[in-house]
């Protein structure tokens, strides 16, 4: 079912529509017998619940609508029926479609490895990310006074992990946009990743109890700067056409609702992968005008410190620095 873009479904009141020519000459049982039909020779085993539905609504109307009562009950039978078909076609479908479940697995196979391809070793050796992956500590910090040198001595006390600011975006509306800025090397893209398969394996309330169940996209923003630039798509048709995601399908107008809900986190990495300052400042503009629009969904957004401030957004509340490590992380890793 192809999205586009608009999150509006067909009227299914106009007369030219398929949905009331076939109510017109079959009635609503041939309606709601037609979609089960359509459904069945689709896909039956990703439709079934819907099928079952329309086939008991098709049974339904053929008692009801007896001789003896359709005068007076058809009109408004027909005008109820046809808004809860709709209503129930799409929420059956968006309960039973394998898009988060095969979406989150690849997730899993993506993230689930922590590559030593990002030092400089020869051979390359894999070790599970979950595992390997020590907690970084986060502090906030005006973004103008962190330092863009990746060896740095820092006070750890009061150092917070980023799935503390998670939870705290439960009660605390400001910790919904974030700024994680950091020298190069300092682990903004790992602690990305990290997010990303802890949402994915459903073990986020390992790290804080108190962290929202949310549905993880990370893009980054070097892959996707062009098409920023060229076209300023909204958040919703972007995240749907990326492949990895386009690629299982997901529900037409999912997505969109989803953010409007606030129920996705939406992780914006390497701001300063935009080579070009003008650019940079162009996807950073962009980026504000999403947060307005989907003001209920968190957003984490990485930079360098420079390039961040040749870039700024306005609709950032919070900035942390990614904290160098103390002794206690030295020895976990």
């Given at each position: 079912?192809?999205?586009?873009?608009?999150?509006?479904?067909?009227?299914?009141?106009?007369?030219?529509?398929?949905?009331?020519?076939?109510?017109?000459?079959y009635?609503?049982?041939?309606l709601?017998?037609?979609?089960?039909?359509?459904d069945?020779?689709?896909?039956?085993?990703?439709?079934?619940?819907?099928?079952?539905?329309?086939?008991?609504?098709?049974?339904?109307?053929?008692?009801?609508?007896?001789?003896?009562?359709?005068?007076?009950?058809?009109?408004?039978f027909?005008?109820?029926?046809i808004?809860?078909?709709?209503k129930?076609?799409?929420?059956?479908?968006?309960?039973?479609?394998?898009?988060?479940?095969?979406y989150?697995?690849?997730?899993?196979?993506?993230?689930?490895?922590?590559?030593?391809?990002?030092?400089?070793?020869?051979?390359?050796?894999?070790?599970?990310?979950?595992?390997?992956?020590?907690?970084?500590?986060?502090l906030?910090?005006?973004?103008?006074?962190?330092?863009?040198?990746?060896?740095?001595?820092?006070?750890?006390?009061g150092?917070?992990t980023?799935?503390?600011?998670?939870?705290?975006?439960?009660?605390?509306?400001?910790?919904?946009?974030?700024?994680?800025?950091?020298?190069?090397?300092?682990?903004?893209?790992?602690?990305?990743?990290?997010?990303?398969?802890?949402?994915?394996?459903?073990?986020?309330r390992?790290?804080?109890?108190?962290?929202?169940?949310?549905?993880?996209?990370?893009?980054?923003?070097?892959?996707?700067?062009?098409?920023?630039?060229?076209n300023?798509?909204d958040?919703?048709?972007?995240?749907?056409?990326?492949?990895n995601?386009?690629?299982?399908?997901p529900?037409?107008?999912?997505?969109?609702?989803?953010?409007?809900?606030?129920?996705?986190?939406?992780?914006?990495?390497?701001?300063?992968?935009?080579?070009?300052?003008?650019?940079?400042?162009?996807?950073?503009?962009?980026?504000?005008?999403?947060?307005?629009?989907?003001?209920?969904t968190?957003?984490?957004?990485?930079?360098?410190?420079?390039?961040?401030?040749?870039?700024?957004?306005?609709k950032?509340?919070?900035?942390?620095?990614?904290?160098?490590?103390?002794?206690?992380?030295?020895?976990?890793?």
């Open positions: 079912m192809k999205d586009n873009g608009s999150g509006n479904s067909p009227n299914n009141n106009n007369p030219d529509s398929i949905i009331w020519q076939i109510l017109k000459q009635g609503l049982p041939g709601f017998y037609g979609l089960a039909i359509r069945g020779l689709a896909s039956f085993s990703d439709r079934w619940p819907q099928i079952v539905l329309f086939l008991v609504l098709g049974t339904l109307a053929v008692g009801i609508l007896s001789e003896s009562t359709k005068e007076v009950v058809q009109p408004l027909q005008r109820v029926l808004a809860l078909a709709g129930a076609e799409q929420s059956f479908i968006w309960l039973t479609s394998p898009f988060q479940r095969n989150y697995q690849y997730l899993i196979n993506e993230y689930q490895e922590y590559r030593t391809q990002k030092f400089d070793i020869p051979t390359a050796v894999k070790f599970g990310l979950d595992k390997m992956f020590v907690p970084l500590g986060v906030p910090e005006a973004y103008d006074q962190i330092s863009p040198r990746l060896i740095q001595v820092s006070p750890q006390s150092t917070r980023i799935w503390d600011y998670l939870a705290a975006s439960v009660t605390s509306f400001p910790f919904r946009r974030i700024a994680l800025i950091a020298p190069p090397g300092a682990g903004k893209t790992t602690i990305l990743e990290h997010i990303t398969l802890t949402y994915a394996q459903n073990v986020q390992d790290q804080n109890r108190q962290v929202p169940r949310l549905i993880p996209f990370l893009l980054h923003l070097r892959d996707i700067r062009h098409d920023i630039r060229q300023r798509p958040l919703a048709v972007l995240i749907r056409r990326q492949p995601i386009s690629r299982y399908e529900p037409h107008g999912w997505i969109r609702k989803k953010l409007e809900e606030g129920k996705c986190l939406v992780m914006l990495d390497g701001l300063d992968e935009v080579p070009d300052e003008r650019e940079r400042q162009q996807v950073s503009r962009w980026i504000d005008q999403q947060i307005r629009t989907y003001s209920q968190r957003f984490i957004l990485t930079s360098r410190p420079l390039s961040y401030q040749n870039a700024g957004l306005e950032i509340d919070a900035y942390l620095r990614v904290a160098p490590f103390g002794s206690k992380e030295i020895r976990m890793f």
